[in-house]
Nanobody
Framework: VQLQASGGGLVQPGGSLRLSCVAS????????IGWHRQAPGKEREWVACISKSDGRTYYADSVKGQFTVSRGNAENTTYLQMNSLKPEDTGVYYC???????????????????WGQGTQVTVSS
């Protein structure tokens, strides 16, 4: 599975961005699509997950009510809608995929099998 994240950019505080993640390869090889971010000088942080099989979504407490993860009309596309952005949301955002569903990967804390290149999000005035 190959993953490509896009849609990042520079946005003012309070603004919105929608990131896209497009998966290529066999759609049978993954169920969970997870979004992560890494701020400068910090460890990578899990942000959200959506399961392809049942559409269930999961969020880190830090983004609940602010970010929304969803599936596109195309089976291989996932979005991360980010609203009310703050400077602390700045970072490189990555999408990742795994064979197991979100509820298992979130509860276990294990890493994802497939990773894409990130897209930079900068929130600044």
């Amino acid at each position: 599975v190959q993953l490509q994240a896009s849609g990042g950019g520079l946005v003012q505080p309070g603004g919105s961005l929608r990131l896209s993640c497009v998966a290529s390869g066999s759609t049978l090889d993954y169920d969970a699509i997870g979004w992560h971010r890494q701020a400068p000088g910090k460890e990578r942080e899990w942000v959200a997950c959506i399961s392809k099989s049942d559409g269930r979504t999961y969020y880190a407490d830090s983004v609940k009510g602010q970010f929304t993860v969803s599936r596109g009309n195309a089976e291989n596309t996932t979005y991360l809608q980010m609203n009310s952005l703050k400077p602390e949301d700045t970072g490189v955002y990555y999408c990742a995929a795994d064979l197991i569903p979100c509820f298992l990967i979130v509860s276990s804390g294990r890493g994802y099998d497939y990773w894409g290149q990130g897209t930079q999000v900068t929130v600044s005035s």
